[in-house]
């Protein structure tokens, strides 16, 4: 009894050692010096005692058109303070609408943003698609609404900007941003977020989740869309395995997992579920459409001179599928062969050509495959800017979402 209840202390201690990471003081403690601010088109420049003004106070200013090709500012402050809470909302949330919507963050007034990610895919899940989940950083209570927890510092000033890249008027967009006021007695770190995508990834090249970003920082985590390609079936797409390469590492990393889905905290395949820290929000194997999210919160990936991130496009299946694959002309490389335990390493056989080699065992087959892989990367660094490219044009962001 007693080391059970050591054991649930243990833990609960542990849990609150967590949740400080990201709440940074005791719920009853009120700092000195430390005002809160809350921008909306109510009170766009979150001025004091200014909100609502239009209409004679009665709800006069709850949204804003965004015209095609234009954009709209949510926030724009000078000064020191934390960004804690995004909220918005609009009504058309079709797939074009969601990679079309362009969501930035500038910090410090830099000219160059720190965050430039599809409004969809910033906000957790990509596909152009939404559903209801809740994680520590992210949360949609109805599939309708898009809300995000990440603390975002800055010490002379913060910008968000939403720009509609379609051709399409937006009717409506509602919002609200809510921070703090105060002053970084030390160095701070910068919240960035990176976007990619590939419609077919190359084969045998592994897709990245994170070009390589210079500098001390923290890696977040991310959130992958996965849409399979309809040549390789109803295969497992799912056995690539997620590569860090941190602080100089070349050829091979240093940190490395198992498998996509272990990775995200499951195992053997992959079905919905949404956890604090992973989760898979869409798992549609009718249709080949994955979205899936791990954040290292209690398991920090710390960086001081550099980071790159990488995940493997692999799949598999039983061997007389991928030979069938194979026959009927599907674009793969065989990798390995787990055969009653007996795990043969394809690639390291010097005389290999192809799976009717007789003396090949029987089993399950891993291979290279190619499908479209789309990231968002969540990094924290030390500079308000990086190095990394901006966003892809739109038509490739919105081609074959459906």
């Not at 290999?352 to 087959?365: A, R, V």
Request: hydrophobic share 35%; charged share 25%; aromatic share 12%.
């Amino acid at each position: 009894m007693k080391i059970s209840v050591n054991i649930s202390l243990f833990l609960i201690f542990t849990f609150c050692a967590f949740s400080n990471q990201i709440v940074s003081q005791e719920l009853y403690e009120i700092p000195e010096n430390t005002t809160t601010g809350w921008s909306s088109f109510e009170n766009p420049d979150a001025a004091k005692g200014s909100g609502g003004v239009e209409n004679k106070g009665a709800k006069g200013h709850a949204f804003n058109k965004i015209e095609a090709k234009k954009s709209v500012t949510l926030l724009d402050i000078k000064g020191s303070g934390v960004v804690n809470r995004i909220w918005l909302t609009f009504g058309d949330r079709s797939p074009e609408m969601l990679r079309s919507l362009v969501i930035e963050m500038y910090w410090n007034n830099a000219e160059k943003p720190a965050v430039t990610v599809p409004i969809g895919d910033f906000f957790a899940i990509g596909l152009g698609e939404r559903v209801a989940f809740e994680s520590v950083f992210f949360s949609d209570p109805e599939g309708r609404s898009f809300n995000c927890y990440i603390p975002m510092p800055f010490k002379t000033g913060a910008k968000i900007i939403v720009r509609n890249e379609s051709e399409k008027d937006l009717k409506a967009l509602f919002y609200d941003v809510n921070f703090i006021n105060k002053e970084h007695s030390e160095d701070i770190s910068y919240l960035h977020a990176y976007w990619n995508r590939e419609n077919r990834t190359e084969l045998k090249e592994d897709f990245e989740i994170l070009p390589t970003v210079e500098g001390k920082g923290r890696f977040l985590g991310t959130n992958i869309g996965v849409a399979t390609a309809k040549e390789y079936e109803d295969t497992w797409w799912g056995e690539g395995e997620v590569k860090m390469y941190v602080d100089g590492d070349s050829e091979y990393p240093s940190l490395i997992g198992s498998g996509t889905e272990d990775y995200i905290g499951t195992a053997y395949g992959q079905g919905a579920y949404a956890h604090n820290y992973q989760g898979s929000p869409i798992a549609d194997q009718e249709n080949g459409k994955y979205a899936f999210y791990r954040y290292h919160v209690p398991d920090p990936i710390y960086f001081y001179n550099d980071i790159r991130i990488t995940i493997q496009q692999m799949g598999g299946a039983g061997q007389k599928k991928v030979k069938q694959l194979i026959a009927d002309g599907a674009d793969l490389i065989p990798v390995t062969i787990d055969a009653a335990n007996n795990f043969i390493k394809l690639l390291e056989i010097e005389d290999f050509k192809n799976l009717n080699d007789p003396n090949l065992p029987e089993g399950w087959t891993n291979f290279f495959r190619s499908d479209d892989l789309s990231a968002t990367a969540y990094f924290y660094l030390d500079s308000p800017v990086s190095e990394l490219s901006g966003l892809p044009p739109i038509e490739d962001r919105i081609t074959d979402l459906n």
